[in-house]
C-alpha cells in the first residue's frame, strides 16, 4: 500500500481545484501532497504514489467503485472464471478508453493514462478485478501535468477532474455494456476452465472445437487473422469427440489423446498455426478471439532450440552423452548451448517443473536432435555420436513418464513408427491419416537401427546454488524491470526471453520477475529443489493473489505459470546449482 494512503484521512474531489492552483508552478516534488484518497462522485481515487520528475515512471492510482454503483449482475462476478472473464472486459474497455482520453498536457509523461492491457487473454491480472461483492478495483498510471519541470496545475486538474473521471465512466460502470456483453465474457471464460478442466478426465491434452479460427495476424501480433480466406477449424473424423460445457451446451471438436501426436502436411499448409492454437491453449481467450474453444492442459510446454543460451547443472543424458573430451553431461552447464544440447535442456527442464505435454516443432528444432537417419548412422557410427535423437526417446517419455508428445513434421517421416496418431493438414483442412501412416512405415522402412538402449528417467530435481539468485542492484534489495516484451531486467542480469513462446504478456514477465526476486529473498518453508520453489510460489499467488508478489499495489502483473518462471529462472546467466 502506498504510505500516503495511511497517512492521510480522505478528502473531497472537490477540493482538488484548489489545491491544485496553489501548487502550481511549484517544483514536482510538490505533487506528493496529493498522495492519498480523494472521494469522487460515484467512486474513490486513491493516489498511491507520486512520480518523482514528470520524465519518471508515471505515478500510480487506484479507482474502486462500489458494488451498487457499479451495479454488475451477480452472474458476472459469482465464481473466479465468470470474475476473470467480466474483469478483463473491462480492463480491455480502460485501456482503450485511457488511450482515446489522455491527451498531452505538458512535458515528458504529462497527461497520459494508461492501464496494462490484457490483449486477446484472459487471466488473473491486477489492472482491474472485480471481487465477490462486484465492487471494481482499477490500477493504473497517471503522468501529472508538468511544464518542464514545474507544476501544470490546470493541467492537472482537466487530467484529475475531467479525463480519469471520463475514462472509469467510460470503463468500469455496467450500464456502459449490453447486458448480453458482460455474460458473453464471463460465460466464455467458464466455458473455457470448464473445458481445460476435462481433458485430464478424459485423457486428452488439447481440444480444438469445430469453427475455431486459427491463425493469427503475425509472429507478434496475436489478433486473428481477419480475412475472408481464413478456414475455420473442423475436426478430422477419427479425434472428433463432443464435450459438454456450462454455457455453449454440446460442442464438438477434435481431441488430441495423451501419447504420441504428428501433425504432417506440405509448407504453407497451416501445421505450425496448429501448434501455436495449443501452446497458446494454456490460456483462456476473449471473445471473438478465434480461440476462445482451442484449449490444452495446463501442464503443457513448447520446447525449441535456443542456441546461445546458459544451462546450470542439467541432466540431459538421456538424449546427449559422451561428449568430446570427456565432459560430462549428467550436470551440464555451458554459457553457450548448441542448437541439440539447448533443447535438450529445455525438455529436461520443463520435466523438472511438471510438464506432462511436450509440443515440437521442427520448424524451431535441432535436425540433429530431431533425427538421426540410416544413412548418417551408417557413416558415423554411434559412439562417434552424443546425441540420441528424440525419435528414440519420444515412446518412453510416454510409457516410462507419462508425458505426451504432439510434433510438426513436414520433413521427417522416421516419426511414422513412433507415433500413436498423425494428423495431416492439407491447405489448413485436418484429417486422420493414422491408419495410412502405419501402412506406409510398414511398406517403406526405414532401416534405421534404434539408438537408446535404456528407458527414460527423471533426473534428480535441482537445487539452486545459495546467491546465485540475485535480485539486488547498487542500494536496492530487489530491481525488476521488462524494458520490452522479451527481457526481464533481474539486479544486474538482463534474461533473454524471446525463445520462451508461452510468455505473452509484459505483464506476465513483470510477474515472474517479482517471483524471481522472491525466491532470491527466501520464501516460507525453505525450499531447495526447483520443484519445491515453484511450488512454493504457486502456494504463495493461490493464497494471496499475484498481489503475494509485491507490497507496491502494482498495476502490471498478470498470472504467470510455473513454466515460464522456471524457464526464466533456467535462463539466468548467474545460476549455478548444488
Ligand atoms: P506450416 O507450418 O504448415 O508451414 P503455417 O501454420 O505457418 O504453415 O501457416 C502458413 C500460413 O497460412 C500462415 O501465414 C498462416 O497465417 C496461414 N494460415 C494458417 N491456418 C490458416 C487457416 N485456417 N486459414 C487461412 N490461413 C491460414
Ligand atoms: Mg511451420
Redo the contacts with the bound molecule.
Keep these: 500500500m502506498g504510505l500516503g494512503f495511511l497517512m492521510a484521512s480522505p478528502r473531497s474531489s472537490r477540493a482538488l481545484p484548489e489545491i491544485l492552483k496553489r501548487l502550481d508552478g511549484r517544483g514536482y516534488k510538490a505533487y506528493k501532497e496529493l498522495q492519498g484518497t480523494w472521494i469522487y462522485p460515484g467512486f474513490v481515487l486513491e493516489i498511491d504514489h507520486v512520480q518523482g520528475d514528470p520524465y519518471a515512471d508515471p505515478s500510480r492510482v487506484t479507482v474502486t467503485v462500489e458494488p451498487e454503483v457499479a451495479a454488475y449482475p451477480e452472474r458476472a462476478f459469482e465464481s473466479t472464471p465468470r470474475a476473470l472473464g467480466t474483469a478483463a472486459l473491462l480492463a480491455r474497455t480502460f485501456a482503450s478508453a485511457a488511450r482515446r482520453h489522455s491527451s498531452r498536457r505538458g512535458s515528458g509523461k504529462s497527461g497520459r493514462i494508461r492501464m496494462e492491457d490484457p490483449g486477446q487473454l484472459v487471466l488473473a491480472q491486477t489492472a482491474v478485478r472485480v471481487d465477490r461483492t462486484g465492487a471494481v478495483e482499477a490500477r493504473f498510471t497517471v503522468g501529472l501535468p508538468a511544464r518542464g519541470r514545474r507544476i501544470s496545475g490546470g493541467e492537472a486538474g482537466a487530467l484529475l477532474l475531467d479525463d480519469v473521471p471520463a475514462v472509469v465512466r467510460a470503463a468500469l460502470l455496467s450500464e456502459r455494456y449490453e447486458p448480453s456483453k458482460i455474460e458473453e465474457c464471463a460465460a466464455a471464460n467458464e466455458d473455457a476452465e470448464a473445458l481445460r478442466a476435462t481433458l485430464r478426465q478424459r485423457g486428452m491434452v488439447a481440444f480444438v472445437a469445430d469453427g475455431a479460427?486459427?491463425?493469427?495476424?503475425?509472429g507478434v501480433d496475436d489478433r486473428p487473422?481477419e480475412?475472408e480466406?481464413?478456414?475455420?477449424?473442423e475436426a478430422p473424423e477419427g479425434l472428433a469427440v463432443n464435450v459438454r460445457l456450462p454455457n455453449a451446451g454440446v460442442v464438438s471438436g477434435m481431441g488430441i489423446p495423451e501419447g504420441v501426436t504428428l501433425i504432417v502436411?506440405?509448407?504453407?499448409?497451416?501445421?505450425?498455426?496448429?501448434?501455436?492454437a495449443l501452446q497458446d491453449g494454456v490460456y483462456n481467450h476473449r471473445p471473438g478471439d478465434g480461440r476462445e474453444l482451442a484449449v490444452s492442459r495446463s501442464a503443457t510446454v513448447k520446447v525449441r532450440a535456443e542456441d546461445g543460451r546458459a544451462v546450470a547443472g542439467v541432466d540431459i543424458s538421456d538424449f546427449i552423452d559422451g561428449l568430446p573430451l570427456g565432459r560430462s553431461t549428467g550436470a551440464f552447464s555451458t554459457e553457450n548451448a548448441s542448437g541439440s544440447t539447448s533443447q535438450a535442456a529445455t525438455i529436461v527442464e520443463a520435466l523438472e517443473a511438471g510438464a506432462e505435454v511436450l509440443l515440437v516443432?521442427e520448424?524451431t528444432s535441432a535436425t540433429n536432435f530431431m533425427i538421426r537417419d540410416r544413412r548418417m548412422q551408417a557413416l558415423v557410427p554411434k559412439e562417434g555420436e552424443p546425441i540420441t535423437p528424440f525419435v528414440d526417446r519420444v515412446r518412453s517419455l510416454h510409457r516410462d513418464l507419462g508425458v505426451s508428445t504432439v510434433l510438426?513434421l513436414?520433413g521427417s517421416g522416421d516419426y511414422l513408427d513412433v507415433a500413436d496418431r498423425v494428423i495431416r493438414?492439407t491447405a489448413?483442412?485436418s484429417e486422420d491419416v493414422s491408419e495410412r501412416a502405419s501402412e506406409v512405415a510398414r511398406v517403406f522402412p526405414t532401416g534405421r537401427a534404434r539408438e537408446a538402449e535404456t528407458e527414460m528417467t527423471r533426473a534428480d530435481a535441482r537445487s539452486p546454488a545459495h546467491g546465485s539468485i540475485d535480485a539486488s542492484r547498487g542500494r536496492r534489495s530487489s530491481y525488476v524491470r521488462v524494458p520490452d516484451g522479451r527481457t526481464l531486467l533481474l539486479g544486474n542480469e538482463s534474461v533473454d526471453l524471446a525463445a520462451v513462446e508461452q510468455l505473452v504478456l509484459r505483464s506476465q514477465i513483470h510477474s515472474l520477475g517479482l517471483a524471481l526476486a522472491r525466491i532470491a529473498e527466501g520464501l516460507p518453508g525453505d525450499p531447495r529443489t526447483v520443484p519445491e520453489l515453484l511450488d512454493a510460489l504457486d502456494t504463495l499467488v493461490t493464497e494471496d493473489g499475484l498481489d503475494a508478489l509485491s507490497d507496491r499495489r502494482l498495476g502490471t502483473l498478470s498470472a504467470v505459470r510455473r513454466f515460464e518462471v522456471a524457464a526464466a529462472l533456467n535462463r539466468l546467466r548467474t545460476l549455478r546449482v548444488e
Excluded: A, W
Design positions: 479460427r486459427l491463425p493469427r495476424r503475425s487473422l480475412t480466406t481464413v478456414i475455420p477449424f502436411g506440405g509448407g504453407f499448409h497451416g501445421k505450425s498455426t496448429v501448434l501455436r516443432d520448424d510438426v513436414g493438414m489448413y483442412r
